[in-house]
Structures are given as structure tokens and as C-alpha cells.
């Protein structure tokens, strides 16, 4: 019987381990909160060799923003990137985060070509719903990326630390 | 036909998987997951319970799933349906057609018949000579999937020899037992040597930017003994969880024997099949030398037995079996991406592993490894599991204080014993589910318990090995 109820108790477990976090309240106008976590993402790349080592790739990233701190940005988001990486000149890119009620927040994010250790940062530029005309700022490193012949990418962003500013009352929202 | 008992289940099933499913998609969606990721994972899960309670039979399960996961606007359909181009899906169909070839050419009697005149004074030497031939030939072949396609024929070949069918229920027990010997096998091949499975060079780099440096050696010695001690009880407690009808045939070896000799020499259709599976195998053991696509070798041997007419198109049309198993592969393993893609697989992964700050590392180590083994119940694919979960995991496990040598090499064998845990749970698996010799009941249950009994062998025999030989 153990090995039937097995997966289903953890099915459930799975469906269960939402958090016990409750999200940060409203915020104030012009209030502007830190926060950090850690961001694991799988996707896809395509690379285009170019003369002597010089490489350049598309790629397209998605997967689970975790953030911490009790009055931070939020508890997470799924993250979803698209870029552009250059061997010589670095990356460049734009990210959206997207919460469990659809509110999505934008940021451009500019850096070292990615890859195991290089550091990003993000600017973010505005959002959808409760975090419409924020704006702020972050950083992140990639603790480790991983490439398979198939062309499939994964990656664990640690270090993600960032502000964000809520628009003062009466400032137009985005 | 079906049992009573199982229209009872089927009747209670129904509504409790619908139930379930409804449940899930109207609870409030926990902070941090998208809409789209937490209803897929209702439909998901709910697929994967109607099956468990036999609500439904897994391409009817599968079949509700996508059809419920694109019309409500979940996923898109280029993405539900992707599975049916993904190259590991294909090669598991083409394997199996291939497989059949073997058997309809009489090949598979005679290895059967030399198998047996060797081992086949029991059942029980019979299941030691697959895991014994598997564990032989598993470094050269590093996809696991072909080589379940050079290991079904000979356990169907045995299974038939041994007069299992899997439509008589006494007899088929013989022929369940064996198949599930050829999933347990290749789950433990693959932990024992690091080119037996594409999953685990993918697992070793991963554990380098951890700074543990992995070669084939250092692999080999620090899986030894957990592996191998449980590729020598696995055939046992099978034997004990699944009891073949037939157990003890002393005087079959001599009948293999004499069998042998009345078959004669090799007939056409024999070497026809043997050359072409020679070449297969030479293609898929070299695939990462030359740069040859496992798949499209598998068609070049397909094509070469039609073309040869050792199979024939009647005796493809007659494989609707096959057909049944691209379908629900297919879905599932596009479903279970889709999962992974909205983050939901690395979100449930990194909340779990995050309850246990705190905790003291021994306790932290177990259970990250348990938890690490319970997350296979939702993927389809062993390396979306380490792309998507071994980073993770092993850094949680570190920061605990576990040592990384131990972490990463606990959670690097447990992506490939956790393959058995579901019959979806890795392609290899997909060739002997679709024999039919066993009932998906009997294949969750043992799976179950077979992962449950590998993840002991290696936490009371490989932990104790690990600190010996690589802290």
C-alpha cells in the first residue's frame, strides 16, 4: 500500500509547498524596498561561430525566481529572458517576471556573455498591475551554466540582489 | 476483458481524479508561480493520480491531459505536442519495431536458447544474466535508451522462451518478472559507470563548478559498491516483490541445448538482422565520436529490415502497441517540460530544499537525497531532473555543511536509480512497459519499491564508502 500512496502524498506535497509567506503588503508611493534571492532557468541557445574563438548566441531563458525578506519585491516570480550574448562585447537582453496574478515586472539586463560566474545587471524599467512604473535596479551571478550538444541551456543565478521604487503619488504609471 | 475490481476502481477514480483536478486549478495559486504553471501542474498531476488509483489507463490519461492542457489555454499547442519530434520519444518507438525483428526472425530464440543453456537452471539465473549482460556492455553505450533497445529483445526472447505471454495471466508473471529485471538494470548500470548514461556527463559538469572534479575512474570507485551490491540483490527482492510462476527448471539448460542444435545453422532473415543490429550498435556506441544522431541510426536499421523484407509492412501495422506508447510518451514528456519550463519543477524544488535551513547537515543530506528522489514522480526525463534540480540541491546541501563530494555523488547516482520510480520516469524503461507483461498498478508498485530499495542501498552502503574513499 506504501508504494501506492507514495506519489500521491508527494503529488500532493508538491502542490503544498506554496509558501507560508505572505506577500509584502502594499507598498507607499515613492517607497522603495531591497530584496534578494536566487533565480534557477533553463532554456535554449543558438550560437554562431565567428572567427577565431568569437562567438555569438541568441538565447531564451525561463524558470523560477525566488525571492526572500518579508517586505521584499514578492515571494517570486517566473523569470523569462531573451538575449543576446557576444564572446567579445558581452550580453544584453530584456526580462520579464510574472507573478501568481499575471502582474509582471520589465528590466533590461546588460553584462559579461553568460556563462559559469559572469555577473549581470538589470535595469528595471516599469511593470503590469501592482507593480505598474516601478522602476529600480539589480544584479545577479551565475553560479553555474550548463549546455548540452542539443542546444539546451541551464543555469543558477545566486547573488540576486536588487532595489526596486514604487512611482510617487500622482507620477503616471507605465 | 476487465476484473470487477478494477470497473469498482475505475468507477471511484473517475470522480476523484476530476475532483482532484478542479481542487487544484481553483486553490489559490502559491506566490511565485505563474497561473499557467500551477493549472498545468493540476492537469498534470491529476494524470498521473487517475493512473495510480486505475481510473485510467495511461494513454487515456494522457490523451485528457493534453486535450484539457491546450483547449483551456494552459500551454500552446506547439508545445503540448513537441514530444512527438523529440528525438529520445522517436528512438524508443523505433527501438521497439526493431525489437520485433528479432523475435519474428527466430534470432531471439537462439540467443534465448544460449542465455539459458548457460543460466537457465531458474528464473532467478536468468534475471542475473540480464543484469549481468547489461552491466558488461553499459560503458560503451552512452544513452541508455539505445541500449534497452539491444536489451528488450533478449529479455522478450527469454520471457517467450520461457512460454510467458502477457495475456495469461499465470504465465506472464515470468515474462513481468524479467522485463522489470531489464528496468532495474539498466537504472543501476547506469549509476555504476559515468558513460552509460548521457545524464551523467551532464551531472559530473555540474558538479564541477561545485569544485569537485569527476572522472570515469573516480566514478567507478565511488559507485562500486553501492551499485554493484545492488545489482547482485535487486534480481532477489524482485524475485520476492514480483514472484515469477515459474521458478526452478533444472532440466532446461540440456532442452536449450538440444533446442540449439535443432535450429540449425543461421537462416538469412538471422544474419540479416544481426549485421543490421551490429551496425546499430557500432553507430550508437560511436555516436559521440563521429557525431551520429542515435535516432536517425535507429531509422537507417529499420529501414534496412523493411528494405530487406525481414519486416514487412503488415507486421508494422501490426504493432498497435507501439502506437499506444508513442502517444502517451509523447504527451507526458512534453507535459512534464512544459512544467519545468514555467519554473514550476525548480520552484517546488527550491522551496522544498529551502525548509531545511537550519538543520543539521546528516539530516539535510537525507533528505535532500528523498526529496530529490521524490521529484522523479514529476518528470518525464532524467536530464530535465538535473538540469532543473542537481545545481540546486547540491548547493543547498553544501551550505547545510554536507561534504560536496558526498552530496554531489548521492544525488548523481540517485538521476539514475530514480529511473524506475515511475514507468515514464526514464525513456529506457518506455521498450519494456509496452511489452504488456506488466499491469501499471504492478509497475508503480514496483517501481516504487525498487527505487525506495536502491536509495537505502546507496544511503547505508554508499555513504559509509563515499566518506572512505573520495571525502
Same mark, same amino acid.
Given at each position: 500500500?506504501?508504494?501506492?500512496?507514495?506519489?500521491?502524498?508527494?503529488?500532493?506535497?508538491?502542490?503544498?509547498s506554496?509558501?507560508?509567506?505572505?506577500p509584502?503588503?502594499?507598498p507607499?508611493?515613492?517607497?522603495? @524596498?531591497?530584496?534578494?534571492?536566487? !533565480?534557477?532557468?533553463?532554456?535554449?541557445?543558438?550560437t554562431?561561430?565567428?572567427d577565431?574563438?568569437?562567438?555569438?548566441?541568441?538565447?531564451?531563458?525561463?524558470?523560477?525566481?525566488?525571492?526572500?525578506?518579508?517586505?521584499?519585491?514578492?515571494?517570486?516570480?517566473?523569470?523569462?529572458?531573451?538575449?543576446?550574448?557576444?564572446s567579445?562585447?558581452?550580453?544584453?537582453?530584456?526580462?520579464?517576471?510574472?507573478?501568481?496574478?499575471?502582474?509582471?515586472?520589465?528590466?533590461?539586463?546588460?553584462?559579461?556573455?553568460?556563462?559559469?560566474?559572469?555577473?549581470?545587471?538589470?535595469?528595471?524599467?516599469?511593470?503590469?498591475?501592482?507593480?505598474a512604473?516601478?522602476?529600480?535596479?539589480?544584479?545577479?551571478?551565475?553560479?553555474?551554466?550548463?549546455?548540452?550538444?542539443?542546444?539546451?541551456?541551464?543555469?543558477?543565478?545566486?547573488?540576486?540582489?536588487? @532595489?526596486?521604487?514604487?512611482?510617487?503619488?500622482?507620477?503616471?504609471?507605465? | 476483458?476487465?476484473?470487477?475490481?478494477?470497473n469498482?476502481?475505475?468507477?471511484l477514480?473517475?470522480?476523484?481524479?476530476?475532483?482532484? +483536478?478542479? /481542487?487544484?486549478?481553483?486553490?489559490?495559486?502559491p506566490?511565485?508561480?505563474?497561473?499557467?504553471a500551477?493549472?498545468?501542474?493540476?492537469? $498534470?498531476?491529476? %494524470?498521473?493520480?487517475?493512473?495510480?488509483?486505475?481510473?485510467?489507463?495511461?494513454?487515456?490519461?494522457?490523451?485528457?491531459?493534453?486535450?484539457?492542457?491546450?483547449?483551456?489555454?494552459?500551454i500552446?499547442?506547439?508545445?503540448?505536442?513537441?514530444?512527438?519530434?523529440?528525438?529520445?520519444?522517436?528512438?524508443?518507438?523505433?527501438?521497439?519495431?526493431? +525489437?520485433?525483428?528479432?523475435v519474428?526472425?527466430?534470432?531471439?530464440?537462439?540467443?534465448?536458447f544460449?542465455?539459458?543453456?548457460?543460466?537457465?537452471r531458474?528464473?532467478?539465473?536468468?534475471?542475473?544474466?540480464?543484469?549481468?549482460?547489461?552491466?558488461?556492455?553499459?560503458?560503451?553505450?552512452? #544513452?541508455?535508451?539505445?541500449?534497452?533497445?539491444?536489451?528488450?529483445?533478449?529479455?522478450?526472447?527469454?520471457?517467450?522462451?520461457?512460454?510467458?505471454?502477457?495475456?495469461?495471466?499465470?504465465?506472464?508473471?515470468v515474462? /513481468?518478472?524479467?522485463m522489470?529485471?531489464?528496468?532495474?538494470?539498466?537504472?543501476? #548500470?547506469?549509476?555504476? !559507470?559515468?558513460?552509460?548514461?548521457?545524464?551523467?556527463?551532464?551531472?559530473?559538469?555540474?558538479?564541477?563548478?561545485?569544485?569537485?572534479?569527476?572522472?570515469?575512474?573516480?566514478?567507478?570507485?565511488?559507485?562500486?559498491v553501492?551499485?554493484?551490491? %545492488?545489482?547482485?540483490?535487486?534480481?532477489?527482492?524482485?524475485?520476492?516483490?514480483?514472484?515469477?510462476?515459474?521458478?526452478?527448471?533444472?532440466d532446461?539448460?540440456?532442452?536449450?541445448?538440444? %533446442?540449439?542444435?535443432?535450429?540449425?545453422?543461421l537462416?538469412?532473415?538471422?544474419?540479416?538482422?544481426?549485421?543490421? $543490429?551490429?551496425?546499430?550498435?557500432t553507430?550508437?556506441?560511436?555516436?559521440?565520436?563521429?557525431?551520429?544522431?542515435?535516432?536517425?541510426?535507429?531509422?537507417?536499421?529499420?529501414?534496412?529490415?523493411?528494405?530487406?523484407?525481414?519486416?514487412?509492412?503488415?507486421d508494422?501495422?501490426?504493432?498497435?502497441?507501439?502506437? %499506444?506508447?508513442?502517444?502517451?510518451?509523447?504527451?507526458l514528456?512534453?507535459?512534464?517540460?512544459?512544467?519545468n519550463? *514555467?519554473?514550476f519543477?525548480?520552484?517546488?524544488?527550491?522551496?522544498?530544499?529551502?525548509?531545511l535551513?537550519?538543520?543539521? !547537515?546528516?539530516?539535510?543530506?537525507?533528505?535532500?537525497?528523498?526529496?530529490?528522489?521524490?521529484?522523479?514522480?514529476?518528470f518525464?526525463?532524467?536530464?530535465?531532473?538535473?538540469?532543473?534540480?542537481?545545481?540546486?540541491?547540491?548547493?543547498?546541501?553544501? @551550505?547545510?555543511?554536507?561534504?560536496?563530494?558526498?552530496?554531489?555523488?548521492? *544525488?548523481?547516482?540517485?538521476?539514475?536509480?530514480?529511473?524506475?520510480?515511475?514507468?515514464?520516469?526514464?525513456?529506457?524503461?518506455v521498450?519494456?512497459?509496452?511489452?504488456?507483461?506488466l499491469?501499471?498498478?504492478?509497475?508503480?508498485?514496483?517501481?516504487?519499491?525498487?527505487?525506495?530499495?536502491?536509495l537505502l542501498?546507496?544511503?547505508?552502503?554508499?555513504?559509509? !564508502?563515499l566518506?572512505?574513499?573520495?571525502?
Amino acid at each position: 500500500m506504501v508504494s501506492k500512496w507514495l506519489p500521491l502524498a508527494f503529488l500532493l506535497a508538491a502542490g503544498c509547498s506554496g509558501p507560508a509567506v505572505v506577500p509584502p503588503g502594499r507598498p507607499a508611493p515613492g517607497e522603495t @524596498r531591497t530584496f534578494e534571492g536566487t !533565480w534557477s532557468a533553463s532554456g535554449s541557445r543558438r550560437t554562431l561561430e565567428l572567427d577565431r574563438g568569437h562567438k555569438a548566441s541568441i538565447l531564451s531563458l525561463t524558470g523560477s525566481l525566488l525571492l526572500t525578506g518579508e517586505r521584499g519585491l514578492g515571494v517570486g516570480f517566473q523569470g523569462e529572458a531573451i538575449g543576446f550574448s557576444d564572446s567579445l562585447t558581452g550580453g544584453t537582453g530584456q526580462c520579464v517576471w510574472t507573478d501568481e496574478r499575471g502582474d509582471k515586472v520589465f528590466s533590461q539586463i546588460r553584462g559579461q556573455p553568460i556563462g559559469t560566474g559572469s555577473h549581470v545587471t538589470g535595469t528595471i524599467t516599469g511593470g503590469t498591475g501592482r507593480y505598474a512604473g516601478v522602476t529600480g535596479e539589480y544584479e545577479l551571478r551565475w553560479q553555474y551554466v550548463i549546455e548540452t550538444d542539443e542546444g539546451a541551456i541551464s543555469g543558477r543565478a545566486v547573488g540576486l540582489r536588487g @532595489r526596486v521604487t514604487w512611482p510617487g503619488a500622482g507620477a503616471p504609471r507605465s | 476483458m476487465t476484473a470487477p475490481g478494477s470497473n469498482r476502481r475505475a468507477l471511484l477514480g473517475r470522480p476523484a481524479t476530476f475532483a482532484l +483536478a478542479l /481542487g487544484l486549478w481553483f486553490t489559490p495559486i502559491p506566490s511565485g508561480l505563474t497561473s499557467q504553471a500551477w493549472h498545468l501542474f493540476a492537469i $498534470f498531476a491529476a %494524470a498521473i493520480f487517475s493512473v495510480i488509483v486505475a481510473a485510467f489507463p495511461l494513454l487515456t490519461a494522457a490523451m485528457l491531459a493534453a486535450a484539457a492542457a491546450v483547449l483551456t489555454g494552459t500551454i500552446a499547442p506547439a508545445k503540448a505536442f513537441a514530444g512527438f519530434a523529440n528525438g529520445s520519444v522517436l528512438l524508443v518507438v523505433v527501438a521497439f519495431l526493431v +525489437a520485433s525483428s528479432v523475435v519474428k526472425s527466430g534470432l531471439g530464440r537462439r540467443i534465448s536458447f544460449l542465455v539459458v543453456s548457460a543460466f537457465g537452471r531458474s528464473t532467478l539465473g536468468l534475471a542475473y544474466s540480464i543484469f549481468l549482460t547489461d552491466a558488461a556492455i553499459a560503458p560503451a553505450f552512452p #544513452s541508455n535508451t539505445a541500449r534497452s533497445g539491444v536489451l528488450f529483445p533478449i529479455v522478450l526472447s527469454l520471457a517467450e522462451g520461457a512460454g510467458s505471454t502477457p495475456h495469461d495471466e499465470k504465465k506472464r508473471r515470468v515474462g /513481468g518478472y524479467l522485463m522489470f529485471c531489464g528496468m532495474a538494470s539498466l537504472a543501476v #548500470s547506469s549509476a555504476l !559507470w559515468l558513460t552509460a548514461t548521457s545524464v551523467n556527463p551532464i551531472g559530473v559538469e555540474i558538479a564541477r563548478q561545485f569544485g569537485l572534479k569527476i572522472d570515469f575512474g573516480s566514478w567507478l570507485l565511488a559507485a562500486s559498491v553501492p551499485a554493484l551490491a %545492488a545489482a547482485l540483490l535487486l534480481p532477489v527482492v524482485l524475485y520476492w516483490l514480483f514472484p515469477p510462476s515459474v521458478r526452478a527448471t533444472p532440466d532446461a539448460p540440456a532442452a536449450a541445448r538440444a %533446442a540449439l542444435r535443432s535450429m540449425g545453422p543461421l537462416t538469412r532473415d538471422e544474419k540479416v538482422v544481426a549485421v543490421a $543490429f551490429l551496425l546499430m550498435v557500432t553507430g550508437w556506441v560511436t555516436a559521440g565520436t563521429l557525431k551520429l544522431d542515435l535516432t536517425a541510426v535507429a531509422f537507417g536499421g529499420l529501414g534496412a529490415l523493411l528494405a530487406t523484407s525481414v519486416l514487412t509492412l503488415d507486421d508494422i501495422a501490426q504493432e498497435g502497441g507501439t502506437l %499506444a506508447t508513442y502517444l502517451w510518451l509523447a504527451v507526458l514528456f512534453a507535459m512534464s517540460g512544459q512544467l519545468n519550463e *514555467l519554473g514550476f519543477m525548480s520552484y517546488v524544488g527550491g522551496r522544498l530544499s529551502s525548509a531545511l535551513e537550519g538543520v543539521a !547537515w546528516p539530516a539535510v543530506y537525507v533528505a535532500l537525497l528523498v526529496l530529490y528522489v521524490l521529484m522523479h514522480y514529476l518528470f518525464v526525463s532524467q536530464s530535465s531532473q538535473v538540469l532543473a534540480l542537481l545545481g540546486v540541491f547540491v548547493d543547498v546541501g553544501l @551550505r547545510a555543511g554536507v561534504p560536496t563530494p558526498l552530496m554531489a555523488f548521492a *544525488l548523481l547516482f540517485a538521476s539514475s536509480y530514480f529511473s524506475t520510480i515511475t514507468p515514464q520516469g526514464g525513456s529506457q524503461n518506455v521498450i519494456f512497459v509496452g511489452s504488456g507483461y506488466l499491469t501499471q498498478g504492478e509497475l508503480y508498485k514496483l517501481g516504487a519499491l525498487t527505487t525506495s530499495f536502491c536509495l537505502l542501498v546507496f544511503l547505508l552502503l554508499g555513504t559509509p !564508502w563515499l566518506f572512505l574513499v573520495v571525502r
